[in-house]
């Protein structure tokens, strides 16, 4: 079946500093891929729709320029964090669909755990 | 606006015991849905989804939803619970238009006791 793998499944960094997390389709090409957050006990917040070799497409409210994305490949899309603070902490999940374009599901990553300290 | 229901925060029940977790839909046009389970500091699994065709829907582990227009309902079911089965259920819907971001509901924590 379809994986999706993050890297890391868990940073914490301090205050200030950019964390990158990277969502790669293992075993089948995504042109697309979506970015959410997710707090304690709550629902998946979309944060943005990333589309292989164009920008991605942000939600309202969620800032561009703190959360880049970039995706490069039709594997590999990744999400920067810049100048981390304390609120950023979330699990952030990433999903990817597969290249044919017809309605398949979406297929999650496992998350990653970001705490800023 | 368009959105997902899913009206109970909690659902417990016994190991063994058919269970139901509900979820309901306002999406325009013909819906897509979808069920996913997340289990602690896990990313989601994909249950089963409705596209077209029949109404019941069978799906991994054992699950089944069963879609209703009338009611505007996608309950998911299992006849047999399993305390493995406790985890957090998520509903989705499809956006209408061509963006095809999911629509979700807000959770049900689903506790099955031995």
């Known amino acids: 079946g379809a994986v999706v793998s993050q890297h890391p499944s868990w940073v914490i960094c301090k205050s200030g500093t950019s964390v990158k997390i990277e969502c790669r389709s293992l075993?089948?090409?995504?042109?697309?891929m979506f970015w959410y957050r997710q707090f304690p006990k709550q629902s998946l917040m979309l944060m943005a729709t990333?589309?292989?070799?164009?920008?991605?497409?942000?939600e309202q409210g969620v800032e561009k320029d703190k959360f880049l994305i970039n995706h490069a490949s039709l594997t590999l899309s990744t999400l920067t964090v810049t100048s981390a603070h304390p609120e950023d902490s979330s699990f952030y999940i990433c999903?990817?669909?597969?290249?044919?374009?017809?309605?398949?599901?979406?297929?999650f990553g496992p998350g990653t755990r970001l705490t800023v300290l | 606006a368009q959105s997902v229901a899913q009206p109970e925060d909690q659902v417990n029940v016994a190991e063994g015991n058919p269970l139901t977790v509900k979820c309901t839909y306002s999406?325009?046009?013909?819906?897509?849905l979808f069920w996913y389970v997340q289990y602690p500091n896990r990313g989601l699994q994909f249950l089963l989804k409705?596209?077209?065709?029949d109404n019941l829907v069978k799906g991994s582990y054992g699950f089944e939803a069963e879609f209703n227009k009338s009611q505007t309902s996608f309950h998911l079911k299992k006849p047999s619970a399993l305390v493995s089965d406790s985890a957090l259920y998520f509903c989705?819907?499809?956006?209408?238009?061509?963006?095809?971001?999911?629509?979700w509901g807000l959770g049900t924590s689903l506790a099955v006791n031995p």
């Open positions: 409705y596209i077209t065709g």
């Open positions: 990333s589309n292989e070799g164009s920008k991605a497409t942000y």
């Open positions: 999903s990817a669909r597969d290249h044919s374009g017809g309605w398949n599901e979406q297929f």
């Open positions: 999406v325009s046009g013909n819906p897509y």
């Open positions: 989705a819907s499809v956006r209408a238009g061509n963006n095809r971001k999911l629509i």
């Open positions: 075993d089948f090409q995504a042109t697309t």
